[in-house]
């Protein structure tokens, strides 16, 4: 069985293989994307546009192409500016902030976990509902006996009503229990069933929602663009250009000066 | 980059396609657009921010006009008109004279204030230098190498491009000398192969007298230095613009670049061309800064005013390889638009 997933809430092992960026602690889907990241908002000369590798990179260009000196690495946390750490994607951060960013994160998800059980009322991934009802297993004689109990209440007709009144309030997943013959296949173990979703367990997917939106158009974006870049660079090898004018030694001018409609009659 | 960048109408337009666009070098919503269909307009936009009509007067030609330029100040202003005369018009009394005749259409003047020279150039090779300070002498004849199609003038210098990729620097003070001398050979500073394959379009000056840019028919533009050291040399380069891909997948379609202007206050340019679009170039930096919304037509002429506050462009059909009548009646336009105060701004320079 491949790895189940489910609800939006990706899992720890997800989140930690998340790689995130040293300088502002944000993650990315993958490396490619933290490094097009760094390069842009890190790594990125404020002078002329370019992107570096990395902020040695970039404090080299500003010094050898602009004769400037780089003080800090731009949009960084305020203890992340420094230049002594080399950073390339993953690459180049020091053990102990690795092991706090970890260990924080670890924190947070099992926080949110807590909080969406609290706010939801559904079990934990993996647990089994404890507040549900258990399924008593009967013997056929014990069936037996229960469906002659109640076909017996049956037939005295009115008191039917009130037993399956109970049973949909007591069990509502369970309305068409009563029918012995007709018994509904059970559900999936662990999927809560029957139960609706209390709105206060709307926001947290719900942001997670749009971040994952914010994600993928940045994957889109970033994949469009280098789609882009190796277009126009095959264009310049490979296409010829038919060009509007082409003549070497005339210019349009003359050739419309040469026209009837423009022709100055030199009698003057 | 906000590509949505909107060009407003000047009403009522010029009556036939134009050749050239120049602001005035003291009012900066005063201009000038010479046309085929012999007139030279007065345009001034500030006119229609009092819901006035921006044609001041227009001015009446022989021939059909292919260059305007102002002079020393915003009531004169020298055309070259396709009787090959080159005129000095008085803008206020609206009186045109001839100041010199050459052997062939003259298709491009242009005026140093600071030199007091005026220069046009003919079809026929020749240039005539005008001393303005001295009405009464003749101009002095100058030969060219080549058929010149553009000029330009810089501070110190004037660049002419002509065919046979030639480009001929010349520095206004050896010009100056020889008006003074009376006559003579002028030698240019530097003689030059242009950059460009194609036949140059057109040329413009850095305002800051570095360098300047010259633009082909194959829509390219390249980027030239004055100074001539191996350093300075090196840094020139050339870049192609004004490409679109043709509609059955197969190559681009090459637009010529018709016009090319330096924004004085910023020293970036602007190039215009025949697939009917505007960009504006970082000339140190080598980089767009912004590309214009599309236009409905060809573009033919630009230019920034003194304070760099207007950019105005004029509009018209594009003349094609082939084409065998051509007219740009009912289809001509000039368009400006107020610059933001980074619009035009180099990146490099924040």
């Given at each position: 069985m491949g790895k189940k997933k489910r609800g939006g809430h990706p899992d720890i092992e997800e989140i930690l293989g998340r790689p995130w960026c040293y300088y502002c602690e944000r993650d990315f889907e993958d490396l490619k994307l933290l490094i097009s990241h760094q390069k842009a908002k890190h790594f990125k000369c404020d002078r002329?546009?370019?992107?570096?590798?990395?902020?040695?990179?970039l404090s080299v260009h500003l010094n050898q192409v602009h004769k400037e000196t780089l003080e800090q690495v731009e949009n960084a946390l305020p203890n992340r500016q420094g230049l002594d750490v080399e950073i390339f994607g993953m690459e180049g951060v020091p053990a102990d902030v690795l092991e706090s960013h970890r260990s924080r994160l670890?924190?947070?998800?099992?926080?949110?976990?807590?909080?969406?059980?609290?706010?939801?009322?559904?079990?934990?991934?993996?647990?089994?509902?404890?507040?549900?009802?258990?399924?008593?297993?009967?013997?056929?004689?014990?069936l037996k006996a229960r469906l002659a109990e109640w076909r017996?209440?049956?037939?005295?007709g009115g008191a039917m009503e009130d037993v399956t009144a109970t049973t949909?309030?007591?069990?509502?997943?369970?309305?068409?229990?009563?029918?012995?013959d007709n018994i509904p296949s059970r559900p999936p173990p662990g999927v809560p069933f029957g139960l609706p979703q209390r709105p206060g367990d709307g926001v947290a997917p719900q942001a997670d929602d749009i971040d994952n939106l914010i994600r993928m158009a940045e994957a889109r974006a970033a994949a469009d663009a280098g789609d882009a870049a190796a277009k126009a660079s095959k264009k310049d090898k490979e296409k010829k250009g038919r060009m509007i004018y082409d003549d070497a030694d005339t210019s349009p001018e003359e050739r419309i000066a040469a026209l009837p409609r423009y022709a100055y009659a030199a009698a003057a | 980059m906000a590509p949505a960048l909107q060009f407003e109408d000047l009403v009522p337009p010029p009556g036939d396609a134009v050749t050239a666009l120049k602001f005035a070098p003291t009012s900066s919503s005063k201009l000038l657009v010479s046309s085929w269909d012999t007139n030279v307009y007065l345009y001034d936009i500030a006119q229609t921010e009092i819901n006035q009509s921006p044609l001041i007067t227009k001015f009446k030609h022989q021939a059909p006009v292919l260059d305007v330029c102002f002079g020393d100040d915003d009531s004169v202003a020298y055309t070259a008109s396709a009787d090959r005369c080159v005129n000095r018009i008085d803008l206020e009394t609206g009186q045109i004279s001839v100041l010199s005749k050459h052997g062939a259409i003259a298709c491009a003047v242009v005026y140093s204030a600071a030199h007091g020279i005026l220069v046009s150039a003919a079809w026929d090779s020749t240039l005539h230098i005008h001393n303005i300070r001295d009405p009464s002498s003749s101009p002095v004849r100058v030969a060219l190498p080549g058929k010149p199609h553009a000029l330009a003038i810089s501070p110190s210098k004037m660049v002419v491009a002509m065919t046979g990729r030639i480009i001929n620097i010349y520095d206004l003070n050896a010009m100056r000398d020889l008006l003074s001398a009376g006559g003579g050979d002028l030698k240019p500073w530097q003689q030059r192969?242009?950059?460009?394959?194609?036949l140059t379009r057109a040329v413009a000056c850095m305002p800051n007298d570095a360098g300047y840019a010259?633009?082909?028919?194959?829509?390219?533009?390249?980027?030239?230095?004055?100074?001539?050291?191996a350093e300075s040399q090196a840094r020139k380069y050339a870049f192609k613009c004004h490409r679109q891909p043709a509609p059955d997948g197969d190559g681009d379609i090459v637009y010529p670049v018709n016009a090319l202007v330096f924004n004085p206050v910023h020293g970036t340019f602007a190039s215009g061309g025949g697939d009917s679009s505007i960009a504006l170039w970082d000339a140190e930096a080598k980089r767009r800064l912004r590309q214009y919304l599309k236009l409905p037509n060809n573009v033919a002429a630009m230019d920034f005013s003194?304070?760099?506050?207007?950019?105005?462009?004029?509009?018209?059909?594009?003349?094609?390889?082939?084409?065998?009548?051509y007219s740009g009646a009912g289809l001509t336009n000039v368009q400006f638009r107020i610059l933001g105060d980074n619009e035009a701004k180099g990146k490099s320079s924040k």
């Open positions: 002329c546009g370019r992107r570096l590798n990395t902020a040695g990179g670890i924190q947070n998800f099992y926080q949110a976990q807590e909080d969406r059980r609290l706010a939801t009322g559904n079990p934990l991934p993996g647990q089994t509902q404890s507040t549900r009802k258990k399924i008593t297993i009967e013997t056929a004689e014990e017996e209440k049956r037939k005295n949909t309030a007591s069990h509502p997943g369970f309305s068409q229990q009563p029918f012995g | 192969e242009s950059s460009l394959r194609y010259t633009s082909s028919i194959e829509g390219r533009v390249a980027v030239e230095w004055f100074e001539d050291t003194n304070d760099g506050k207007y950019f105005a462009i004029a509009t018209c059909p594009g003349f094609e390889t082939g084409q065998e009548d």
